[in-house]
């Protein structure tokens, strides 16, 4: 009889994490989404034949191994961009990655004097015990830098003062980077590309239809696998468990939220990339008061993309646009038709992916999709970029979970969670939201890959009760 692997989550990682058992072994794969649609974070929505990602997602790594992945995958559909974005702050367009001569001109002479000054400052004067987010970056740029290129999108991304954000994102995010490696690249980065951090890097890959696109062929491989099953809608509720084992997983049908019937999924072995607080909460038996305060406390940062089309061909040339200035709610644009025109419905029209950072539950994600909309409307007009008229139509998508927060207490709160499901031996972690980790779609594969290795490597061990679909109650 043929082992079950079930996974939750058909993001990147459960994708990845599908397809590599099905290549490298026998099992049978059971996928358990919760959306309507797979591809988790990394999905194409389609609007009247209008497609916007979550936030534009553009390949690109450092692993070769991922990248080959990609290509074999997607052969001539996996297109090679030349990076063009830039960060507009005070009404005036910063090319990212940084370009001396650009800098010089919109920051004035005197301005960029005195970041110099603040650099050399804390070169010599750095700050000794570094807890902060701020503390870092202050120590490898100055503190006028820091204010003008990462104060204000940083605490839009994430809703929390500099100073209270661990020095760890901005050591995963900004590692390599430094202010000598900056102004090298902002002068001479055209002659030196190939050896620029990923920070810098101004070539990426994308799908003609998207980054789903990717994420879609992936799941029709595992679909066309006798042994593969993707099943949508099933959002994974209750883990049931003991003596260290995960047994089973029950789903509510999304379809038929009314109903109490749960759906039941037997395996050897489960592979989690569903958020860790959700998957704590869901266990039965539930853990002790600490694990489950732990969980309680990790924090998730929610993202609202208004996405709009606009009555104007190629409205700017950028890919996507930071927005730095404190005039406007939205963090970034992301301009759909630049990255394909398989993107666009009308090819005489833009689409603008305008994000929101957020929390649930606060004013801007309890508002309307028709008040946000009007909100992306006028931010676009105050910006200079569109004009209200001009904008046609627009959808609105709310990820409640789109970023998991580093927050000065995540590391303690993580490492009794982790603590804690290390203690089973057939439930492995893997993902962005299913690790905490801020990673990636290359990241959150190589921990799908760890976590097919952990399965495949692992000496057998009792088959237990196979029955798949049993409806059962809560
Ligand atoms: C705005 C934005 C822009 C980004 N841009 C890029 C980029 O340009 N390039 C890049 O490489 N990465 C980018 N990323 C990161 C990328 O989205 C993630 O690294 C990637 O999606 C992580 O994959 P995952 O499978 O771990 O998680 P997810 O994509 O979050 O997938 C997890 C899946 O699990 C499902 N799930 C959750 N709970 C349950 C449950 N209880 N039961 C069943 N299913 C459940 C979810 O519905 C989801 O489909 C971006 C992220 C954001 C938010």
Sequence with gaps: MKKRVVIIGAGPAGLTAGIELLKRSDHEVKILERDNIIGGLARTNDYKNYKFDIGPHHFITEKPEIEKWWKDLMGPDFIKHHRFTR????????????????????????????????????????????????????????????????????????GIPCNKISSDWASQRIKGFSMSKAIFYAFFGKWFKKNAPRTLSDEFYYPPNGSGQLWNRVADNIKSNNDGDILLNQNVVSIKHNDGQVNAVLTKNNNNAESSLLNRYNAQSFLSSMPLQALINALKPLPEKKVLDAANSLVYRGLITVNLVIDKENIFPD????????????????????????????????????????????????????????????????????????????????????????????????????????????????????????????????????????????????????????????
């Design 319 to 474: 890919h996507w646009v930071y927005i730095h200035d404190k005039d406007v709610k939205m963090g970034r644009i992301g301009n759909m038709g630049n990255f394909s025109e398989g993107m666009l419905g009308n090819k005489k029209h833009s689409t603008l992916s305008l994000e929101y950072f957020t929390y649930v539950g606060d004013e801007i994600w309890n508002a309307s999709e028709e008040d946000l909309i009007a909100l992306g409307k006028k931010e676009l007009s105050v910006l200079g970029i569109a004009k209200e008229e001009q904008i046609l139509d627009g959808i609105v998508i709310k990820s409640p979970e789109a970023y998991p927060v580093y927050d000065e207490n995540y590391q303690e709160h993580l490492n009794i969670v982790l603590g804690y499901l290390s203690n089973f031996s057939n439930l492995n972690l893997m993902g962005r939201n299913g690790m905490h980790r801020y990673n990636n779609m290359d990241i959150a594969m190589l921990s799908a890959f760890k976590a097919v290795d952990q399965i495949l490597l692992k000496p057998d061990f009792d088959i237990l009760e196979k029955s798949i679909t049993s409806e059962t109650t809560l």
């Design 87 to 158: 960060i507009l702050y005070k009404k005036k367009y910063f090319n990212y990655p940084l370009n001396g001569l650009n800098v010089i001109r919109n920051l004035n002479i005197f301005e960029c004097v005195s970041c110099v000054l603040s650099y050399v400052k804390y070169r010599f004067f750095p700050i000794k015990d570094i807890k902060s987010f701020e503390d870092w970056v202050i120590n490898k740029f100055g503190k006028r830098l820091f204010n003008i290129f990462f104060k204000t999108y940083t605490e839009k991304v994430w």
